[in-house]
C-alpha cells in the first residue's frame, strides 16, 4: 500500500543545516509531483513547498524562498528537502504529501525539526 | 497569496446532530483549466491529516458519504450530516489553485 516515510528530523542550532528525506512505497513515485507541509507545535499546517513529477518545476512559500531546496531522486523514490540557516520559527512537524488531483491523499507520519540553541 | 478564512474556529455539536464549516478564499479559486482546486482535511488527534475532499465536491475514497464539499468561486462549505464521536479533530481548507498553496486557519470540532 502507499507509504510515504520522512526522516531526518532532529534538534539543531539556529544557522545550521538540515536535510530531510521522504522513502515513497506502493506507487509509481516518479508520476507524483510532491509537497512539503509543516505544521509548528499547536499551530495550523503550512504548505512549504511542491516539486513536479520530474523536477522541472520548483515552487516555495517566501518564509524559506533561498535558504530551502526541495528535490527528488525518482530512481531512489526519495522526496529531499534541504533546510539552510535555520531559524527557531522553522521549528515543526514536516510532512512530506503526494501531490496529483487528489492533492494531499497521501501525507507521512511527520518529522520533527526544532531550532534551538 | 491567497488568504484562506474558516469560520467558526471552533464547533460543539451533539452526535447526531448536522456540522457545517466554512471557507472563504481573498480571490476565485477557478483555475485556467476550468477546475477548482479546494480541498479539505480532517487532522485527528496525534494523527497525520487526512484527505476528505478534493476539487471542492468530491469525496475521497473510504470517505463516508456523511461528508459533503461545495461552493464555488471564493465560498466553500464542508457539511457533515450527521457527526459522529470519530469526526472530532482539526478540519482545514486548503487551495491549490496557485502557488504558495494555502491553509485556512483550522476548525476544531468537539463532541457536546
Known amino acids: 500500500q502507499v507509504q510515504l516515510v520522512e526522516s531526518g528530523g532532529g534538534v539543531v542550532q539556529p544557522g545550521r543545516s538540515l536535510r530531510l528525506s521522504c522513502e515513497a512505497f506502493g506507487f509509481s513515485f516518479d508520476i507524483y509531483g510532491m509537497h512539503w507541509v509543516r505544521q509548528a507545535p499547536g499551530k495550523g499546517l503550512e504548505w512549504v513547498a511542491v516539486?513536479?513529477?520530474?523536477?522541472?518545476?520548483?515552487y516555495y512559500v517566501d518564509s524559506v524562498k533561498g535558504r530551502f531546496t526541495i528535490s527528488r531522486d525518482n530512481s531512489k523514490n526519495t522526496l529531499y528537502l534541504q533546510m539552510n540557516i535555520l531559524r527557531a520559527e522553522d521549528t515543526a512537524v514536516y510532512y512530506c504529501?503526494?501531490?496529483?488531483?487528489?492533492?494531499?491523499?497521501?501525507w507521512g507520519q511527520g518529522t520533527l525539526v526544532t531550532v534551538s540553541s | 497569496d491567497i488568504v484562506m478564512t474558516q469560520t467558526p474556529l471552533s464547533l460543539s455539536v451533539t452526535s447526531g446532530q448536522p456540522a457545517s464549516i466554512s471557507c472563504r478564499s481573498s480571490?476565485?479559486?477557478?483555475?485556467?483549466?476550468?477546475?477548482?482546486?479546494l480541498y479539505w482535511y480532517l487532522q485527528k488527534p496525534g494523527q497525520s491529516p487526512q484527505l476528505l475532499i478534493y476539487?471542492?465536491?468530491s469525496r475521497f475514497s473510504g470517505v463516508p458519504n456523511r461528508f459533503s464539499g461545495s461552493g464555488s468561486g471564493t465560498d466553500f462549505t464542508l457539511k457533515i450530516s450527521r457527526v459522529e464521536a470519530e469526526d472530532v479533530g482539526v478540519y482545514y481548507c486548503?487551495?491549490?489553485?496557485?502557488?504558495?498553496?494555502?491553509f485556512g486557519q483550522g476548525t476544531k470540532l468537539e463532541i457536546k
Open positions: 476539487q471542492v465536491s
Open positions: 486548503m487551495q491549490g489553485t496557485s502557488f504558495p498553496h494555502t
Open positions: 504529501v503526494r501531490g496529483g488531483q487528489q492533492r494531499g491523499d497521501y
Open positions: 516539486i513536479w513529477s520530474d523536477g522541472s518545476n520548483k
Open positions: 480571490q476565485s479559486l477557478l483555475h485556467s483549466d476550468g477546475k477548482t482546486y
